[in-house]
């Protein structure tokens, strides 16, 4: 995704902190509000310090509480614009993209118009060539070209583009085509297509609070109400004592009290959560969803392409009975001429170069595409006869349906690739079967420590994956994984998830795409390939633009440490109270007594109260960094995260405040 640049993202952060005082944006933020109005008060009471009756404050103490409390209010809304800020700048990266385009529409008869690209609708042909931007979404028919797709992805490299596998075919309007020419059906109506949305997203258009901050929200409130109440009901005994009470020192008491730090930070914290997830080239579709990941128990993770390398490539033609290697590939290339998976060209390359040729004219023969629930594919000939290749287990079902049967010796070869951890694939020509394919793929190097890391974290994993049972637990053991299912469907996808959740899980997945939709969208996080089809980005509520199924893993460490960074900081805020409690209330009763109980010792009340509004006020900004980038993670479990940040957190607020506000109260009876 495109980068903001820094001077300017600040510029227009400090811009728009002025901007957010509007009362309608303010109230939104119920403990900043309380402050603002507070403003409002003792900027009156500068004014007129007797506007309330008697007062025992001064215009220019009044002034300088007025002047610290706006700038608790500024500071509150810089951290929001701040964090707002990256994703405005994105956004208009993104909409520097779409500039008015036109497009050579395909009519029906064959011929070419040429139209605005806002004139194209879901389901329209049209033809693109080298130099163009693609001006819609959509899916390759016709051709092969390369594609510069660095205007999503910020990736320079350009990707191939051609028809017929789901991880190449799909295109996005917005990106420039480098070669050649390309014949694309549209898939989305103008204004809805991905760059559209990414752009929708990132600005926060479709923030909207997810209900953990709703939830948080509504509790500082709450405890707002609370002070509010309490610092309202002491005027009566403080009078009754005789020391007038001034509005000015109550406002100071109440704004020290209310839990101004993590009211200030929260909606920053969870914007910048959102932020992280787009700098690594995920795009979320709403807070909820980069909460959800922190709150994942169950990871379910396909083996080929996420556990694995994934490009599979055929190793070794293993026959079996009284066959030869040169005749197992020739009926692998026969079952393969019409298979475009990456899988399949190898085979034929293979093939070819160990001599086969094809025994019949592919003119009129015709391919069966591989599907994840028939696990074959293969080749028909108008003479009825039959070539296929695919999962062991299915081409043995294939062959007993014709009136065959597997050859003793298949188990062998079968197991002899199965233990190798490689996926073996049966070929046969009508009944007969000739041979097994070794397709060889590695486990991606470093996934056992993620594995570990997530084990720590309390998250299952659950490889699944279509391959046989052998293959799958050698991959399983060698990987790392907690549990694995073997010989899946893509029903059983769902039912996994199903099954975890009614156990009360949150469960995430990956797909590239191919049957994944449906499972993509029961699962509580889904996080689809931008390579992807276009039913699974619209089914998942994450896309990752570089399609990287293994981002999952680091999705779920970005969601704990958005949770934990407002636990922290909740904490922090909650506990710094007491410090400024103890800091403003013998300020309030010094011609009584009380004052004597200056525990920490005050230069003097007035000195005081504006020490404890001025750290109140300052460090706001000191953790904004800490809010944006949110506190150190370790991967460790719930509970022991709870017990650290509680060490860290509540005792660090407890004392840090006490420490700040005698040295800012030294530093006040300097001046
Ligand atoms: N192009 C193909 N032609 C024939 N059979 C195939 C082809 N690709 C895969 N298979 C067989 O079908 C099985 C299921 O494929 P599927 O894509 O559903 O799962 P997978 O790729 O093995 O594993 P995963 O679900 O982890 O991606 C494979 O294990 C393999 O035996
Ligand atoms: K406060
Ligand atoms: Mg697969």
Redesign the pocket.
Same mark, same amino acid.
């Given at each position: 995704m495109p980068k903001a640049n820094l001077a300017d993202l600040y510029s227009r952060a400090l811009r728009e902190a002025f901007g957010k005082l509007n009362p309608r944006i303010m109230i939104k933020n119920p403990v900043m509000f309380i402050v603002w109005v507070g403003t409002l008060i003792t900027a009156l009471l500068t004014l007129n310090p007797n506007l309330f009756g008697r007062s025992s404050t001064s215009a220019g103490f009044n002034a300088s509480v007025t002047v610290i409390l706006l700038l608790t209010v500024l500071f509150a809304n810089f951290a929001e614009a701040v964090a707002e800020g990256r994703g405005k700048a994105q956004a208009d990266a993104l909409r520097s993209t779409q500039t008015q385009t036109y497009a050579q529409r395909i009519l029906a008869d064959g011929s070419e118009e040429r139209v605005s690209s806002t004139d194209l609708r879901r389901g329209d042909r049209i033809a693109v060539s080298a130099g163009d931007l693609i001006p819609a979404d959509g899916e390759v028919l016709e051709g092969v070209a390369s594609v510069d797709e660095s205007a999503i992805t910020g990736e320079s490299a350009p990707v191939l583009k051609e028809p017929g596998s789901d991880v190449a075919s799909s295109v996005t309007g917005g990106t420039r085509i480098l070669s050649d020419n390309l014949v694309i059906r549209v898939t989305a109506d103008p204004g809805k297509g991905f760059i559209d949305r990414m752009i929708a997203l990132v600005e926060g258009a479709e923030r909207s609070k997810t209900p953990n901050e709703i939830a948080l929200t509504v509790l500082l409130a709450v405890l707002t109400l609370v002070f509010l109440i309490v610092v309202a009901t002491l005027p009566p005994p403080a009078h009754y004592i005789d020391s007038p009470v001034s509005i000015t020192l109550l406002i100071a008491l109440l704004v020290a009290l209310i839990p101004t730090t993590i009211g200030g930070l929260l909606s920053a914290i969870g914007i910048a959560g959102m932020d992280r997830v787009a700098q690594f080239n995920v795009v979320a579709t709403s807070g909820r969803a980069v909460e959800a990941c922190g709150d994942i128990s169950t990871l379910v993770l *396909? %083996? @080929? !392409?996420t556990i694995t390398l994934g490009n599979r490539l055929v190793e070794e033609f293993i026959p079996v009975q009284d066959h030869s290697v040169a005749e197992v590939a020739a009926i692998a290339l026969a079952a393969s001429i019409f *298979?475009t @998976?990456p899988? !399949?060209k190898s085979i034929v390359r293979l093939a070819e170069k160990l001599g086969a040729t094809l025994p019949f004219d592919p003119q009129t023969a015709e391919g069966v595409e591989?599907s #994840?629930r028939t696990?074959?594919?293969g080749t028909d000939l108008p003479d009825g006869g039959e070539f296929r %290749? !695919? #999962?062991v287990d299915a081409i043995r079902g294939f062959v007993r349906s014709r009136g065959g049967q597997a050859p003793a010796d298949l188990d062998a070869a079968y197991e002899q690739v199965s233990r190798l951890g490689g @996926?073996p694939?049966a070929v046969c020509q009508n009944h007969d079967i000739y041979g097994v394919i070794y397709l060889k793929d590695i486990i991606k190097p470093g996934i056992q420590e993620r594995f570990n890391q997530l084990r720590r974290m309390g998250v299952r994993t659950i490889m699944? @994956? !279509? *391959?046989n049972r052998i293959t799958a637990s050698v991959i399983a053991k060698e990987a790392g994984v907690d549990d694995f299912i073997a010989e #899946?469907t893509p029903e059983d996808k769902i039912q996994v998830i199903q099954q975890e959740q009614a156990a009360g899980k949150l469960v995430a997945m990956t797909g590239d795409g191919t049957n994944d939709a449906p499972a993509l969208a029961q699962a509580n996080v889904g996080l689809a390939m931008n390579s992807g089809t276009q039913a699974a980005k619209e089914a998942s509520n994450m896309v990752d633009l570089d399609s990287d199924p293994t981002k999952l893993i680091d999705l779920v460490t970005i969601g704990k440490q958005l949770l934990i960074t407002r636990g922290a900081l909740t904490t922090f805020s909650l506990a710094n109270d007491i410090a400024k409690y103890f800091a403003i209330i013998p300020a309030m009763f010094t011609s009584t007594g009380i004052g004597t109980l200056n525990v920490m010792g005050l230069n003097s009340p007035q000195s005081a109260v504006l020490a404890a509004l001025i750290y109140n006020a300052l460090i706001i900004p000191a953790l904004i960094p800490l809010a944006l980038r949110g506190v150190k993670f370790r991967p460790l479990s719930a509970n022991q995260l709870l017990q650290r940040n509680i060490l860290i957190y509540g005792l660090g607020g407890l004392i840090a405040p006490f420490i700040a506000i005698k040295l800012i109260d030294l530093s006040l009876s300097r001046l």
């Open positions: *396909d %083996k @080929t !392409g *298979d @998976t899988e !399949g591989f #994840a696990r074959m594919s %290749k !695919g #999962a @996926t694939l699944l @994956t !279509g *391959d #899946a």
